[in-house]
């Protein structure tokens, strides 16, 4: 019997999924392994954890895997590809792999080989299509540095771009107390400095905050959301226009922390899409990109096999 895994390495979280040709038998979840942001050794410590979990779960040994498919921002650079296969192969040296981009295994997990569009907003941020000849396209997700709209790495920096706006302005927002608490800071002096260190803190955890504010009523923070939902609901009409321009629109899906977290987000993102393209289908479950990275590792045992 072949056994297949499915990872899905992101920038907070790693997910794994642990299967045979017809059941799931273990999923885990790890640390952060996007090589990129957080480098080579911690990636190594979430991949082989979520992996070692798998395998105990469901009671497999590491050599009995015989594929694996790993979804992972920077895949298509050489060099991140082949840190990851390193790395996956130190636990399984004849271990089958195929690496290729979050925004593929989430494509996968929503629509399979068909049609359609799917937004990500976790910790970044990008949109990518596929259109009925199978030509695809994408936009965002250029990095935390010079992309990433609407994900929570953004929203997290923004937060503090909003904050000081409102003090020069003279307003209150909740969001200051919330971001000084959570960073264990004591003056706005002091925010100032660690917001502009080298290197940036954790951006991505002041998102949370931006939601519970929001939905506390605070008006910075709830503005600072529908921007988010503007910008994500701007790449997807972005792909949309490449790969569906005209009627019957390829439906859309989500996924991603950002869109499970905030309704103002998700309302926002559905209504500038509804205005732009009438009719359009918008799926209401989140997808889960492991899923898809399962899939392809399935996909890739049957062309070795067929």
């Known amino acids: 019997m072949a056994f297949y895994l499915g990872i899905d390495g ?27 942001r957080i480098g080579e050794a911690q990636a190594r410590a979430s991949l082989h954890a979520a992996m070692r979990q798998a395998c105990a779960v469901a009671k497999v040994a590491h050599e009995q895997i015989q594929f694996v498919c790993i979804g992972a921002a ?5 060099e991140v590809a082949a840190k990851l296969r390193s790395i996956l192969a130190e636990l399984n040296p004849s271990l089958r792999i195929e690496i290729v981009s979050d925004a593929e295994i989430a494509l996968a997990a929503a629509f399979g080989e068909s049609p359609g ?54 307003q209150e927002t909740e969001l200051t107390s919330l971001i000084l608490e959570t960073w264990k800071l004591r003056s706005i002096d002091a925010l100032i400095q660690h917001a502009n260190a080298t290197p940036s803190p954790e951006f991505p955890r002041l998102f949370p905050l931006v939601v519970r504010a929001a939905e506390h009523g605070d008006a910075v923070a709830r503005e600072l959301l529908e ?80």
């Open 10 to 36: 992101g920038g907070t979280k790693t997910r794994c999924v642990l299967a045979n040709e017809t059941a799931v038998l273990a999923t885990t979840v790890s640390g952060a392994s996007n090589i990129v």
């Open 74 to 78: 920077g895949a298509a650079r050489p």
């Open 117 to 170: 569009v799917i937004a990500i907003a976790g910790t970044g941020s990008m949109v990518y299509g596929r259109d009925p000849a199978g030509h695809t396209a994408r936009a965002g997700g250029w990095g935390f540095a010079i992309s990433d709209e609407g994900s929570g790495h953004w929203i997290g920096r923004n937060a503090i771009s909003a904050l000081m706006h409102a003090r020069d302005q003279g």
């Open 227 to 306: 921007r988010a939902g503007r910008e994500l609901a701007a790449l997807a009409t972005t792909v949309l226009h490449r790969v569906a321009p005209d009627p019957p629109y390829v439906p859309v899906a989500l996924t991603g922390s950002v869109f499970r977290q905030s309704e103002i987000v998700r309302r926002v993102f559905y209504h500038h899409l509804e205005g732009s393209f009438p009719g359009i289908k918008l799926l209401d479950d989140f997808v889960e990109p492991v899923m898809g990275a399962l899939a392809l590792a399935r996909a890739a045992g049957s062309a070795k096999t067929g």
